[in-house]
DNA sequence: TTGATACTGAGACTCAGTCTCAATACGAAC
DNA sequence: GTTCGTATTGAGACTGAGTCTCAGTATCAA
């Protein structure tokens, strides 16, 4: 953890940014997550801690966090963007659970040899990829797709990733 | 085309809903646009034909028709939802050109028999998914992604799909 | 110490999308 | 055809994530 805070102040020094103390604050929280972070969860918890750090700023530092490849971006179509660390760990695809919002990570490089393969085919350069499959955790499980009204305010499992 | 809009009827009717005049009109464009539309698109073509729907019909009839599985629903990063038809044609994913908003459709069936194996893996039931390869299309080409500021208003190629 | 520049915070603003509710259209029953 | 209940629409208010502005503050180099 403290090792991931140097390699962000690298980061951004490697582009002439300075890691100040809003920056780090925020960035501490998002490389000590458990889950994905929204901006708006990254701004409580610093109210929350007596650190308060502006709106804007945390907006800021996020994007920031994301052009230096530190923070990796996602949406799981909820309306907002959340954040997870990137450094010091494999690049990864999502399965999102339409039952209660956990977030499975996976890794499949037979994928990833496949993708480079249909960019070569259309000449395309690319630059970074979003793959995710929506549906039902093994807890959500098969009953979930049916009118299943339980699962309009989804259950937060205790233990599981939350965006 | 007179066959789409008969299946589009079906669909609804096979969930108790009518066709209405302004459903068919937003049907209509969407169906035969030859690009990704957002409803805001959607909302303009319809005031220039002189046949204009209300905001909130255009969005309501958008979101129903993709729960009906006529029209499937995309979200590129650039904060809207777009929509293209779904019926009568293959299932498929995206390459979007950051340069110039180009939306390239690929498919890749032997990703689609890895997904399966992935999900089995996690015993997760998938619904649906979304697979999008963001970078560089041919015109766009390999210098784009150095700071070349030309491309920060993307220049809008004229035979390309954009969003 | 000074000047230039980077950064922050507060709050106004934007804009896609949603909600509300009165008015209207429509299908079924009479 | 008329009536009644329900589905649908339109207008505009509202929401909420994210952006912008700008004055004030911090930091760095000289």
Same mark, same amino acid.
């Given at each position: 953890m403290d090792r991931a805070i140097d390699k962000v102040r690298d980061a951004l020094q490697a582009r002439g940014l300075r890691l100040t103390k809003p920056r780090r604050l925020v960035a501490e929280k998002v490389l000590s997550a458990r889950r994905h972070l929204a901006a708006d969860d990254v701004l409580e918890m610093l109210r929350r801690d007596g650190t308060p750090v502006a709106r804007a700023t945390v907006y800021r530092t996020l994007e920031m966090m994301k052009e230096c490849g530190t923070f990796d971006e996602h949406d799981f179509g909820r309306g907002r963007k959340v954040y997870e660390r990137a450094i010091g760990r494999p690049h990864h695809d999502h399965l999102y659970c339409i039952g209660c919002g956990a977030i499975i990570e996976f890794q499949e490089p037979e994928i990833e040899r496949l993708q480079d393969q249909v960019t070569r085919r259309y000449h395309f350069i690319a630059m970074y990829h979003s793959h995710k499959i929506f549906g039902y955790c093994r807890r959500c #499980? $098969? /009953? !979930? $797709?049916? #009118?299943? /009204? !339980?699962h309009d305010e989804p259950p937060r499992h205790q233990d599981t990733k939350n965006d």
């Open positions: #499980g $098969p /009953k !979930a $797709p049916s #009118g299943d /009204k !339980a």
